[in-house]
């Protein structure tokens, strides 16, 4: 797949006016997203082709995926906060279909594994530090695709890809009592017809002995139009729960 008129795109203008966190502050942790694949992928690159859903044709369900995140606030003026984040999606399925991919034909008991490994490195700005808290960024995501796709027959349909995607990130929170935190946050970009997104709503509480607890609902699209001969409309959503240690 080619992403590349994807990278570059995301550009990110000085903010004037932000501020920094008022003090130091790192946290790192984890935790499972108990996502449900919906949608379909079209490989046009050889006629005839068909529209794959991913429930009726790879029979992907609900799975538990897991990630990890660690972030480094400062009060340094002009510097932008730091975050990292990975995510997995493993689906993998297997029966009794017929459908056409990439030029090949698939019949029988058809067996698949899809793998998107998401790597975020988010650069950020708080533009307020008050009871409502707005954040405005920048996020570099490293897409790491691969799939394989195999009937009884032998007839087998292999690739993979790795890209950085520029996004254009944004939170906006509120702290109703101490250690408390409600908050939106999402990545987007889109252009030329395809459009990535991925948006969350959560509730996190920090204690007085560094250790935080979050829980929430996110929902990420890849919508892909005539990408390397590839066209999608995935969405994967669901709830989350993580916990995180903040010194």
């Given amino acids: 797949m080619k992403f590349k008129y994807l990278v570059g795109a995301g550009v990110i203008a000085?903010?004037?006016?932000?501020?920094?966190?008022?003090?130091?502050?790192?946290?790192?942790?984890?935790?499972?997203?108990?996502?449900?694949?919906?949608?379909?992928?079209?490989?046009?690159?050889?006629?005839?082709?068909?529209?794959?859903?991913?429930?009726?044709?790879?029979?992907?369900?609900?799975?538990?995926?897991?990630?990890?995140?660690?972030?480094?606030?400062?009060?340094?003026?002009?510097?932008?906060?730091?975050?990292?984040?990975?995510?997995?999606?493993?689906h993998s399925g297997s029966g009794d279909t017929d459908f056409t991919f990439d030029g090949n034909t698939y019949t029988g008991n058809v067996a698949n594994e899809f793998t998107i490994e998401q790597t975020d490195?988010?650069?950020?700005?708080?533009?307020?530090?008050?009871?409502?808290?707005?954040?405005?960024?920048?996020?570099?995501?490293?897409?790491?695709?691969?799939?394989?796709?195999?009937?009884?027959?032998?007839?087998?349909?292999?690739?993979?890809?790795?890209?950085?995607?520029?996004?254009?990130?944004?939170?906006?929170?509120?702290?109703?009592?101490?250690?408390?935190?409600?908050?939106a946050e999402g990545n987007f970009i889109t252009l030329s017809g395809s459009t990535i997104s991925d948006f969350n709503a959560k509730i996190t509480y920090t204690s007085d002995y560094f250790v935080g607890i979050e829980a929430g609902y996110r929902v990420q699209t890849i919508e892909l139009d005539d990408i390397d001969d590839t066209n999608a409309d995935l969405e994967f959503k669901g709830p989350f729960v993580g916990a995180y240690l903040k010194f």
Avoid: C
């Fill in 121 to 183: 490195l988010l650069l950020y700005y708080e533009v307020l530090d008050n009871v409502v808290s707005p954040d405005l960024g920048l996020n570099v995501r490293l897409l790491d695709i691969s799939y394989n796709i195999v009937d009884q027959f032998g007839t087998t349909s292999t690739d993979s890809v790795d890209a950085p995607v520029p996004m254009i990130y944004g939170l906006i929170g509120g702290s109703p009592w101490p250690g408390v935190m409600i908050s």
């Fill in 14 to 90: 000085a903010l004037p006016g932000v501020s920094g966190a008022d003090i130091l502050s790192f946290s790192i942790g984890g935790g499972v997203w108990n996502e449900t694949p919906e949608g379909n992928i079209v490989k046009p690159s050889s006629l005839p082709t068909s529209s794959v859903d991913v429930k009726n044709n790879l029979f992907w369900d609900e799975e538990s995926q897991g990630y990890l995140f660690a972030t480094l606030e400062h009060p340094i003026p002009l510097l932008p906060n730091v975050r990292l984040m990975h995510t997995s999606l493993d």
